[in-house]
């Protein structure tokens, strides 16, 4: 049967992975801020930070005007702290403290809520070795405060970027730390002003008037179909008008597309950073995040990815696209279920939207549930005839619901549609063979063959097709072709048994069959093959 054309990837967290003792490093600690105002061990041992870490590092610190002046690693300590060591300052972080923010969006923010507040310490230059209580608290809420206006331009909402705060912070105040009501307020002044700023910066500059130079280059920009020709003409629009939002977002589009014409030389890196130089001056433009968010997800940064297409749809309920590129991110991280959610509000809000339903139905094909599939491919192709990869899945569900002509149908299509693309004549050999039509299914057979090269079960198929016609000497040398090409020696003797069995000559697989059931009695598939076979 055909092989599963599926593309959900499964996404390993790097945190879960055992860092290599090499890596250890023992770390004394005298002076530093723990979130959670837990008392902090006086010696850790510190590893490599994870790519996920480092990600959340970079977002944060892409959202905001200052250098980084911290070393970011992972270590055995309570939760996670900031702290100095001589002239050299350290953020350090559990892994199994993060892995938990893992499970709902809620908590994923908490995660980015503790990093951005020990961020905090650092860009502000905290002396973490004061011990002056007043001093010390005070450092905590102009952190908080700092955390609030990061994750607002991460596109936190109020509750979800003081999900650290109230998930973790002590009721009650602690010599170092404030009660959770100050830390909460303190959040929420930041978080508050960041709004407020961004909402002036909507209003103030970025715009370019109607006929000025910058303008007519961003106009040519728009009409031209060369990406690169459109960033050079994009390029010239920005260097008159530096504050140009439009340009950056057009530029950034452009540098994606050109993945469409030359996947090597794609920089999705170049597209992210016109993508946030646009959001820092329209912060309130959904597709300017869900772009981004492609772009991110293309580099595998997934988590970073997952926020701007929450800050998408945030943004716009309705926004089709975002939801299904929230499904990509979500079936990369082996979240299926809550892929389909994101799918079924994609079609809800746009029900001719192709692509989710392909999508959808790509994942109930994953499942095994080949009748669910093939209606969510029948909508896929209601909305687009020539969709080739739907109607590719869709012949292969129909192939292992056992449609067989049905499938043959989709297949001719689909080699219709691009003749140099087909490739499926194995798949469809093997559809022909179970409806009888054997002299079909060897012409499709040898021109896989033909296109391929050597292939074990090509033969092997091929073989029973020729056997039953009839052409028993052309079928042996297909058969020991098999054999050449495989080290699975029981397994293809059973197979090739069996479907001789299915297709009519009994006698002639029962010699396959004893020859395994000789060597290994117990296997299943040839016992209950022989069954048939005697029975006939």
């Given at each position: 049967m055909k092989s599963i054309k599926i593309v959900l990837l499964r996404f390993v967290w790097v945190w879960a992975f055992p860092l290599p003792i090499c890596a250890q490093e023992a770390m004394t600690i005298q002076y530093s801020c723990n979130f959670a105002a837990a008392d902090t061990l006086p010696e850790v041992y510190t590893y490599e930070a994870s790519s996920e870490a480092k990600q959340i590092v970079e977002r944060i610190m892409q959202v905001n005007v200052l250098p980084q002046n911290f070393i970011i690693k992972s270590a055995d300590c309570n939760n996670a702290l900031a702290t100095t060591i001589g002239k050299r300052r350290f953020i350090l972080y559990s892994t199994a403290f993060l892995e938990n923010f893992k499970k709902e969006a809620n908590t994923q923010w908490a995660a980015w809520c503790v990093l951005a507040h020990e961020i905090g310490h650092h860009l502000s230059n905290h002396d973490l070795e004061t011990t002056d209580p007043k001093v010390r608290k005070q450092y905590e809420l102009e952190a908080d405060k700092f955390a609030g206006g990061i994750l607002f331009r991460l596109g936190a909402t109020l509750e979800e970027a003081q999900a650290g705060i109230n998930t973790f912070s002590l009721e009650t105040d602690s010599k170092t730390h404030p009660p959770k009501r100050a830390r909460l307020e303190a959040l929420a002044v930041g978080w508050k002003q960041a709004q407020e700023l961004a909402d002036a910066a909507e209003n103030t500059g970025g715009s370019a008037a109607a006929d000025s130079d910058e303008k007519k280059f961003y106009d040519r920009a728009l009409a031209e179909k060369d990406p690169y020709k459109a960033i050079e003409l994009l390029d010239q629009a920005i260097e008159l008008k530096e504050d140009y939002a439009d340009a950056y977002l057009e530029r950034g589009k452009r540098k994606v597309d050109i993945e469409n014409v030359d996947e090597i030389r794609v920089n999705f890196n170049d597209a992210i950073s016109d993508y946030s130089t646009y959001i820092s001056m329209r912060s309130k433009n959904p597709v300017a995040f869900a772009e981004r968010g492609y772009a991110y997800r293309r580099l595998d940064r997934d988590s970073l990815a997952l926020a701007d297409y929450n800050r998408a749809i945030r943004l716009d309920a309705k926004y089709a696209d975002a939801y299904l590129g929230r499904a990509w991110v979500k079936m990369k991280m082996d979240d299926s279920e809550a892929a389909?959610?994101?799918?079924?509000?994609?079609?809800?809000?746009?029900?001719?939207?192709?692509?989710?339903?392909?999508?959808?139905?790509?994942?109930?094909?994953?499942?095994?549930?080949?009748?669910?599939?093939?209606?969510?491919?029948?909508?896929?192709?209601?909305?687009?005839?020539?969709?080739?990869?739907?109607?590719?899945?869709?012949?292969?569900?129909?192939?292992?619901?056992?449609?067989?002509?049905?499938?043959?149908?989709?297949?001719?299509?689909?080699?219709?549609?691009?003749?140099?693309?087909?490739?499926?004549?194995?798949?469809?050999?093997?559809?022909?063979?179970?409806?009888?039509?054997?002299?079909?299914?060897?012409?499709?057979?040898?021109?896989?063959?033909?296109?391929?090269?050597?292939?074990?079960?090509?033969?092997?198929?091929?073989?029973?097709?020729?056997?039953?016609?009839?052409?028993?000497?052309?079928?042996?040398?297909?058969?020991?072709?098999?054999?050449?090409?495989?080290?699975?020696?029981?397994?293809?003797?059973?197979?090739?048994?069996?479907?001789?069995?299915?297709?009519?000559?009994?006698?002639?697989?029962?010699?396959?069959?004893?020859?395994?059931?000789?060597?290994?009695?117990?296997?299943?598939?040839?016992?209950?093959?022989?069954?048939?076979?005697?029975?006939?």
């Open positions: 389909l959610k994101d799918l079924d509000k994609a079609v809800q809000v746009k029900p001719d939207f192709a692509q989710a339903h392909y999508w959808h139905g790509n994942i109930r094909y994953s499942f095994g549930e080949y009748e669910k599939a093939i209606a969510d491919f029948d909508m896929a192709l209601k909305a687009d005839p020539d969709y080739f990869d739907a109607l590719d899945l869709r012949a292969a569900a129909k192939q292992f619901s056992n449609r067989f002509a049905e499938a043959v149908e989709d297949y001719n299509r689909l080699q219709s549609l691009d003749p140099e693309k087909f490739d499926s004549y194995l798949d469809r050999g093997k559809c022909y063979q179970s409806m009888g039509k054997h002299r079909e299914a060897i012409a499709d057979f040898d021109k896989f063959l033909e296109k391929k090269g050597p292939y074990a079960d090509a033969y092997l198929y091929r073989g029973v097709s020729k056997q039953v016609l009839g052409q028993k000497a052309e079928a042996d040398k297909d058969f020991e072709k098999v054999f050449e090409n495989t080290v699975l020696v029981g397994n293809s003797s059973v197979k090739i048994g069996c479907l001789l069995v299915e297709f009519g000559l009994p006698k002639e697989g029962l010699v396959w069959l004893d020859k395994v059931l000789a060597k290994s009695p117990d296997n299943r598939q040839a016992k209950e093959c022989r069954e048939k076979a005697i029975k006939k």
